[in-house]
């Protein structure tokens, strides 16, 4: 498979997974309405320009800062300008979506089935993991299958973090930018559609996922 | 004997002030609609917090129980079956044994529609079904919210009647909230009257 379009698949893969590993803690978290400050950070880059989040993140882990001085001390490289620091990039902007839609799934569980669920002596714990995640995880699903998109078609916040290191950071997005600028016409062809394929088939899956089973039109 | 002593102001205009004794067989509470008698069923079952319940069942003291540990079966007006489960996984989901939920589908003569999901049951079938899970996990309080306002009058009339032979078997103090006259005579329930939030 074409190395910049893998390169993406893989970063897209691992950020997603990680994103999902950390919505559902904090998708419960936030649902707290003292924290909305922590809600509104945590969305916040679904509306920042790319490039402001990029400026952000190249901040935050450049060698600079702690974090990027703890990282360069316990794996002896630097943050930015790495795979590593892109995935960190994608999880920062897919987080919001898969987030959102965790917890709007979350809360779209019908309270009487929860309360159901503890009147036939579920503790609070099998509750949530026999009646209320599995109710929730066609939404939360659809959520997840967006934030891939998301992190699969990034340009600004990569080209930010990342830069452009062929075979290191130069993700489809970048490499159809470069293409097209080297007048490699057909070569920015070929990826983009590519890559518009993915994301058609990713959204498609989110929308179906997103309608409500057995729903009729 | 089940022994309740609530209070509970909601907002300005609207508080709860309730004493019950509710003992084994089946005790109606009647009253018109926002009259405190669902919330009263879910401060029993430990759903709702109260700003004071004192709630006994025997000698054994309820309050500040969580629901799981009161051994408390609520019969919702909606059922609330959970849509992703079998009949016979919602029955199993709070009975002791796989044998015990087998059975109650069995004794509720539903034990045919066990590997259905509730979307595909009938209105009689899923009342049964909710009957046969509340029962299934041997409660020692049964609590019944209009369970049965949703159904045509033959079938209602027959899930009385089967429900009356149950909760006779069981002898175990059971609280029904109903709007109609036929349950109360049909149960031959003791009647315990709530207006405006007071008994």
């Not at chain 2, 509470?29 to 109260?50: C, E, H, R």
């Not at chain 2, 959970?82 to 199993?92: K, S, Y």
């Amino acid at each position: 498979m074409n190395g910049p379009l893998w390169l993406s698949l893989e970063i897209a893969s691992i950020a997603t997974l990680l994103t999902t590993l950390l919505a559902l803690p904090l998708a419960s978290l936030v649902s707290h309405r003292r924290l909305f400050v922590l809600d509104a950070l945590l969305t916040t880059p679904l509306v920042l320009p790319p490039t402001v989040l990029g400026y952000f993140l190249l901040v935050v882990m450049g060698n600079h800062t702690v974090i990027g001085r703890a990282w360069q001390a316990v794996f002896g490289s630097s943050l930015v300008f790495t795979t590593t620091g892109i995935v960190f990039a994608a999880v920062i902007t897919s987080l919001p979506l898969v987030l959102q839609a965790t917890r709007a799934a979350i809360e779209g569980v019908d309270v009487t089935l929860v309360n159901a669920a503890r009147t036939l002596g579920a503790n609070r714990f099998k509750t949530y993991t026999r009646i209320t995640l599995p109710l929730a995880s066609r939404g939360m699903c659809a959520g997840i299958v967006l934030g891939f998109a998301r992190a699969l078609g990034d340009f600004g916040v990569t080209m930010m973090v990342g830069g452009n290191l062929p075979g290191e950071t130069r993700t489809a997005s970048l490499a159809i930018y470069d293409a097209f600028i080297a007048d490699r016409a057909t070569e920015a062809l070929h990826l983009s559609l590519m890559l518009a394929g993915f994301s058609i088939v990713l959204v498609s899956v989110a929308t179906l996922l997103g309608r409500r089973p057995h729903a009729h039109a | 004997m089940l022994k309740a002593r609530i209070t509970h102001r909601f907002d300005a205009r609207f508080a709860l002030d309730v004493t019950l004794e509710v003992p084994p067989g089946v005790t109606a509470l009647v009253g018109p609609s926002g009259s405190g008698k669902t919330s009263t069923l879910q401060i029993i079952a430990g759903l709702l917090k109260a700003d004071s319940a004192d709630i006994h069942l025997g000698s054994t003291s309820w309050s500040g129980l969580p629901p799981e540990r009161r051994n408390v079966s609520l019969v919702f007006q909606s059922l609330a079956l959970f849509p992703h489960l079998t009949a016979l996984q919602n029955v199993r989901f709070g009975a002791p044994s796989d044998s015990d939920a087998t059975q109650w589908l069995e004794r509720m003569r539903v034990s045919h529609v066990a590997k259905r999901k509730p979307r595909s049951l009938s209105g009689g079938e899923a009342q049964r079904v909710a009957l046969a899970r509340a029962l299934a996990r041997a409660p020692s309080v049964l609590l019944l919210d209009e369970p049965f306002s949703a159904l045509d009058s033959a079938l209602h009339e027959r899930l009385l009647h089967e429900l009356r032979e149950h909760i006779t078997a069981l002898n175990i103090p059971t609280l029904l909230v109903t709007h109609d006259e036929r349950d109360v005579r049909t149960l031959s329930a003791r009647t315990i009257a709530i207006e405006n939030g007071r008994t």
